[in-house]
């Protein structure tokens, strides 16, 4: 897997950021993640042209965007 820009994610307070880090993480390892709002399964979105790349859940509580290079 190659490097996650984050720094899209900056305006988020430190800790914020370090938890969303921290669940990008986990989901890319395959584990499943509940949202923490509506507790379904957070998927992950792989980009692809002219798609955005992120952890986002069904009802979108949950809408992560990242880079990935
Ligand atoms: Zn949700």
Known sequence: MSAVDFSKLNKLTAKSFNEQKALIKKVMQGRVIKCPTCQQT???VLP?????AGVFCPKGCTDIELDMN
């Open 48 to 52: 692809e042209e002219n798609k955005k």
């Open 42 to 44: 957070l998927m992950l």
